[in-house]
């Protein structure tokens, strides 16, 4: 079974700061990572996935994500927020035999002016 | 692709009554996942289907909840008798993927949510 730990559950930051949102993940067998965000009274949309090859993967939005398989962490990093990006952040694990994902509690992303 | 689509956006209903929610999913996706959100648990996964048949139900809280898919382009899930504790949001979602031996890369497309509130 796979699970998923998203460190923080609230990061308040300032807009043009830099942000880090943190996610831990636990599986025996390889899996495939993603981060979704949810913008109130809307569904999860995807940020970015990491299937294979390169451990840095890029998504919408100017976000990014390192995959570290030795720390078997899936960190989502921006270099400079803005209001616009103030939401919900989750990050999800599957492992490449199941279908199905395992989601973490989510992260809060608050961008202050 | 007008995405997953999900009925209704937002019902209202007394304590005791039948709820049914409805979705249609992504044409060409073989998996489909019915989740629950509320504030106090977070995003739960209540029910999985590949190809039309229900591989993993862990997660539907009591006999009360059913859900069906009985073809590739249509689910429901269904509450009866419905309760003040079911109010929350429900999420249905597709994804082209699924078990052993079968490419896909589990991306999961949401449906905008159905709002439930019992009374």
């Known amino acids: 079974a796979q699970s998923v730990t998203q460190l923080d559950s609230q990061v308040p930051v300032f807009e043009e700061a830099p942000v880090e949102l943190r996610c831990n993940y636990s599986?025996?067998?390889?899996?495939?990572l993603f981060w979704y965000v949810q913008y109130p009274n809307q569904g999860l949309q995807l940020l970015l996935k990491y299937l294979s090859g390169s451990t840095l993967v890029k998504g919408i939005n100017g976000f990014e994500a390192e995959f570290n398989k030795s720390q078997t962490s899936f960190h989502l990093r921006k270099p400079s927020v803005h209001i616009s990006d103030t939401a919900e952040y989750f990050c999800?694990?599957?492992?490449?035999?199941?279908?199905?994902?395992?989601f973490g509690d989510g992260t809060t992303l608050t961008v202050k002016p | 692709d007008a995405g997953v689509i999900q009925s209704p956006r937002h019902e209202v209903t007394e304590m005791g009554q039948e709820v049914t929610l409805r979705c249609k999913p992504i044409s060409g996706h073989n998996s489909l996942f019915w989740y629950r959100q509320t504030m106090m648990r977070g995003l739960e996964l209540l029910i999985y289907f590949n190809n039309n048949v229900p591989i993993d139900d862990s997660g539907m809280p009591e006999d009360r909840f059913s859900a069906k898919m009985p073809n590739a382009s249509f689910s429901t899930l269904k509450i009866q008798p419905s309760e003040p504790r079911d109010s929350a949001v429900y999420f249905c979602a597709s994804s082209f993927g699924g078990l052993a031996g079968f490419a896909g890369d589990y991306e999961q497309y949401f449906g905008p949510g159905t709002r439930l509130t019992v009374t």
């Open positions: 599986s025996s067998v390889s899996v495939y």
């Open positions: 999800a694990v599957s492992a490449r035999v199941a279908g199905k994902s395992t």
